[in-house]
């Protein structure tokens, strides 16, 4: 068949008209599978948001009822209202020890990350090394903080320097031992594949070890994000009960002594939002990573 021919001149003329279309209908395509996702993840959340924040809605409805009904005095149980307004009207003194504390948790999170890393990617490294040392991150983690934070506030006479060595030793452990887990979790025959093909431990280390523990990582950092709260908490209730003011555990204290209930229920409820809000940034934050390849976080439709 000729160049010149009919046939030739519209299959030419075809083609263009072909590839507009193809590209069209990719960037048709595109958007709303955007869309999608993110209608499935706006889905997703509120299924999940729904039903524990209709039963705190309850709850708080019966709390107020309960004490409405019986006239319980606001010294011996405020209601949710009540304490609400507390909060508002004591927000400036309650703000400034809500960044102190949240202060020390952040820090506290952050150095066990990065420590709880290292240490587990050395014990994989060498098992020499994970079986003379991890016995020692055991009994970190079940010595009680609340024994041992007064010896940690005496020795160290820096207090927020101490405030945050406790919170670390609560929350250095769980990120030790599932960041551990995750890269010793590697799948075997991978792992004897590449090394079949001559792959050096750096690369088996960032394209199969890491994959690997990362579930397991991030899974250890939602739990330590509460317990870094706790220890910074524990730990600043043992230096308030020395006359030293830090967060809101020693404004707890404080509203104790002075019979200031709503207050301490206002601090309460500070410290436990920041805990709530706490463990949902760290799920947002496994959800985002993990999401597009990871089984424990792809959005299935339907």
């Avoid at 909060?87 to 420590?115: C, E, F, K, N, R």
């Avoid at 887990?181 to 594949?193: C, E, F, I, K, V």
Wanted: with cysteine.
């Amino acid at each position: 068949m000729s160049r010149g021919s009919p046939a030739m001149s519209s299959i030419r003329s075809v083609e263009p008209e072909r590839a507009a279309n193809s590209a069209g209908l990719r960037d048709v395509d595109t958007v709303p599978t955007a869309r999608k996702l993110w209608r499935l993840d706006l889905g997703w959340a509120v299924r999940r948001a729904l039903p524990p924040v209709a039963i705190g809605a309850a709850g708080l409805v019966a709390w107020e009822l309960v004490v409405r009904l019986n006239q319980i005095p606001y010294y011996i149980l405020p209601g949710p209202l009540l304490v609400l307004k507390t909060l508002v009207q004591d927000w400036g003194t309650l703000y400034p020890s809500l960044l102190v504390t949240l202060a020390i948790t952040g820090a506290a999170l952050l150095v066990a990350t990065m420590a709880g890393v290292l240490i587990a990617i050395l014990f994989t490294q060498s098992k020499l090394v994970e079986l003379s040392l991890f016995p020692y991150a055991v009994i970190l983690q079940v010595t009680p903080i609340v024994a041992i934070a007064p010896l940690i506030i005496i020795w160290v006479r820096n207090i927020p320097l101490a405030l945050l060595i406790c919170a670390w030793l609560v929350a250095f452990f769980p990120i030790v031992s599932n960041t551990t887990l995750g890269l010793n979790s590697a799948d075997h025959d991978l792992l004897n594949l590449m090394q079949l093909y001559g792959a050096s431990r750096r690369q088996i280390f960032w394209y199969l070890r890491l994959p690997s523990a990362m579930p397991y990582f991030l899974g250890g950092l939602r739990i330590s994000g509460g317990l870094a709260l706790i220890g910074a908490v524990v730990a600043e209730f043992v230096a308030g009960t020395g006359g030293a003011q830090s967060g809101l555990a020693y404004r707890i204290l404080e509203s104790g002594y002075t019979m200031q209930i709503p207050r301490m229920f206002a601090a309460l409820l500070m410290i436990t939002g920041s805990g709530i809000f706490i463990f949902l940034a760290l799920t947002a934050l496994s959800h985002m990573i993990l999401r597009k390849w990871h089984e424990s976080a792809v959005t299935r439709e339907g």
